[in-house]
């Protein structure tokens, strides 16, 4: 997948977990960045911890839109690779400033 916030026009990522049931630590996303990321271009910011509880497929799409309490954002250079358990509880703010965000998202699912 590609993230793409255009300057200033970009939208929040409502607060969610990715909708796949699985137990932790099975499935990551690999973010890896095309340009640097800021709170002010709409960083991925996440709430710790969150992918150990049972929040699997929990979208707040259509409701919250704040972010939680203990929630923080993830600043990265071009080039940084983030990578995160689908499960943990997601989203992001809407663009502020004049530069874009992209990013490219590489799912990895762990066989056993």
């Keep these: ?3 793409y916030k255009a300057p200033g026009l970009s939208v ?3 607060w969610h977990t990715d909708p796949v049931d699985t137990p932790p630590g099975k499935i990551f996303n690999f973010s890896i960045f095309l340009v640097d990321s800021k709170e002010e271009n709409g960083a991925f910011e996440f709430l710790p ?3 150990l509880e049972n929040l699997v ?3 707040t799409w259509d409701t919250i839109r ?3 309490e203990g929630a923080q954002a993830i600043t990265a250079k071009l080039g ?3 990578i995160h358990d689908v499960r943990v509880y997601h989203g992001s703010a809407s663009a502020k400033s ?3 965000r992209r990013s490219v998202i590489i799912e990895y699912r762990r066989y056993e």
């Design 80 to 82: 940084d690779v983030l």
């Design 57 to 59: 497929g929990v979208s």
């Design 49 to 51: 911890y969150s992918h």
């Design 66 to 68: 704040e972010r939680p």
């Design 12 to 14: 929040a990522i409502p």
């Design 98 to 100: 004049n530069q874009e």
């Design 1 to 3: 997948a590609l993230v």
